[in-house]
C-alpha cells in the first residue's frame, strides 16, 4: 500500500526520549545522576583467598535468585553492563568485586538460589559467602534484595541474624515495590519494620529497580557507608543516622 503523504499541519506525535540512568522514567522516580555509583569490574573470586586486598570499604549487595540483586545493581550504579559482568558464565558463583574508587568497592555475593537448588551450588554459596561475611574486614555494609511480594525467606533471615549478631549495617531493600498496589505497599513496609526491629542495624525500604523507587535513598546510605560525598555537593551529612522507610509515594 502507498505511503499516504502527511497531512500539512499534522501535528506529530512527540518521540519519547530515551530513559537516561537516573533520570525519571515513566511513573518512575528522578534519581540525581550525581549519586550515582559509577563502578568497574575488579575481578571475579572464586573463593575469599582470591579476593582483592582486603583493605578500603566494601559494600556488598545479597539475594535470593530473581529478586532483583542484578537489576538494583544497574540501578545503584547506572551501568546496564555491571550486572551482566556477574553473569558471564562461570562468574554466577563468584564473589564479583566491582571498584568504585581507591578506597570504595561493590560486592556482588552469588545469588541464593531456591530452596530446590542442587547441594553443590548451596555449599558454594556457604562457604564463599559464609566465608567472606564473617572474615572481611573491608565490609561495612550489606545490601539485602528481597523481593516485596515474597520478603523474609530463609536465607534472608538467615543474613539477617547475622547482621543482627555483627552487628554489620544492613539496608533491606522490598524490590518489585511498583507490583503492589499503595496500600499493600505501606503494609509490606510496616510489617518489614516491625520484624526488624529487634536487628538495631538493619532498615527497610521499599524499592524498584524497575522505576527507581527508594534510589536514592538508598545511594545515600551505601555513599554513607563508603564514606564517599552524600549530597551531590560533596557534603556529607551530619553523622550516621538511620533512615526510616518511608513510602514515596504517601
Ligand atoms: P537477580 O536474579 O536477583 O539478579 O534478578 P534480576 O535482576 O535478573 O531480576 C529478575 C527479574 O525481575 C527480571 O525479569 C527483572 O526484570 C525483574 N525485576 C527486577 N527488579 C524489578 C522491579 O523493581 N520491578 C519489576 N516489576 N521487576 C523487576
Redesign the pocket.
Known amino acids: 500500500m502507498p505511503r499516504r503523504p502527511p497531512t500539512p499541519g499534522a501535528r506529530k506525535r512527540p518521540r519519547r526520549p530515551a530513559a537516561q540512568p537516573g533520570s525519571p522514567t515513566a511513573r518512575g522516580e528522578a534519581v540525581d545522576p550525581r549519586l550515582l555509583l559509577p563502578a568497574d569490574f575488579e575481578l571475579g573470586a572464586p573463593s575469599l583467598a582470591h579476593a582483592p586486598p582486603d583493605s578500603g570499604r566494601e559494600v556488598a549487595f545479597a539475594?535470593r535468585?530473581?529478586?532483583?540483586?542484578?537489576?538494583v545493581l544497574n540501578r545503584l550504579t547506572g551501568q546496564r553492563a555491571l550486572?551482566r559482568t556477574s553473569r558471564t558464565p562461570g562468574r554466577t558463583q563468584h564473589l564479583n568485586f566491582f571498584r568504585v574508587d581507591d578506597a570504595a568497592r561493590l560486592v556482588d555475593l552469588p545469588?541464593y538460589g531456591y530452596a530446590r537448588a542442587d547441594l553443590e551450588t548451596r555449599d558454594a554459596w556457604q562457604v564463599h559467602v559464609e566465608a567472606y561475611l564473617s572474615a572481611r574486614q573491608a565490609l561495612v555494609g550489606v545490601v539485602l534484595?528481597m523481593d516485596v511480594r515474597h520478603p523474609f525467606q530463609p536465607f534472608d533471615e538467615q543474613l539477617i541474624a547475622w547482621a543482627g549478631s555483627s552487628a554489620i549495617p544492613l539496608l533491606v531493600l522490598l524490590?518489585?515495590a511498583?507490583?503492589l498496589g499503595h496500600g499493600a505497599r505501606a503494609d509490606t513496609l510496616r510489617s518489614a519494620t516491625e520484624r526488624l526491629r529487634d536487628t538495631p542495624t538493619a532498615e527497610a525500604i521499599l524499592f524498584?529497580?524497575?522505576?527507581g523507587m527508594g534510589a536514592e535513598t538508598a545511594l545515600r546510605r551505601v555513599r554513607q557507608w563508603l564514606c564517599l560525598p552524600e549530597t551531590p555537593d560533596g557534603a556529607a551529612s551530619s553523622g550516621p543516622q538511620l533512615v526510616t522507610g518511608q513510602d514515596p509515594d504517601a
Do not use: F, M, Q
Request: charged fraction near 25%; hydrophobic fraction near 25%; aromatic fraction near 0%.
Open positions: 539475594g535468585s530473581n529478586a532483583g540483586k542484578s537489576s550486572a545469588g534484595v524490590n518489585k511498583d507490583k524498584s529497580a524497575l522505576r
